[in-house]
Nanobody, 123 residues
Framework: QVQLVESGGGLVQAGGSLRLSCAASGRTFSNYAMGWFRRAPGKEREFVAAITKIGGGTSYADFVKGRFTISRDNAKNTLYLEMNSLKREDTAMYYC????????????????WGQGTQVTVSS
């Protein structure tokens, strides 16, 4: 399995930006498509964005299109999520994940989860 550690969360005002990072170790990072999910208080975990093994393809949830950008640096074994124009409803714990087989939005296809990093957006 791959070990994943997220960072970069915090408190930000609505309209602001944050950049999340996910550092991977254990297995070859570039072997995995990866993604970001989030869970808001009282809600189910939901898909945010995903990226293919070498970064040539991406997928986004409709509610973040045009605001969030997923990217990866395979030389640094790191996944990123650039979040702009943040809204109060983006407040959640954000998790990075590896997928068993290719690009996906289904949490059932995740093979490894990080511990999460909290993002709080204030009005």
């Amino acid at each position: 399995q791959v070990q994943l550690v997220e960072s970069g969360g915090g408190l930000v005002q609505a309209g602001g930006s944050l950049r999340l990072s996910c550092a991977a170790s254990g297995r070859t990072f570039s072997n995995y498509a990866m993604g970001w999910f989030r869970r808001a208080p009282g809600k189910e975990r939901e898909f945010v964005a995903a990226i293919t093994k070498i970064g040539g393809g991406t997928s986004y949830a409709d509610f973040v299109k045009g605001r969030f950008t997923i990217s990866r640096d395979n030389a640094k074994n790191t996944l990123y999520l650039e979040m702009n124009s943040l809204k109060r409803e983006d407040t959640a714990m954000y998790y990075c994940a590896t997928f068993r087989r290719g690009l996906s939005s289904d949490p059932l296809t995740v093979s490894s989860w990080g511990q999460g990093t909290q993002v709080t957006v204030s009005s």
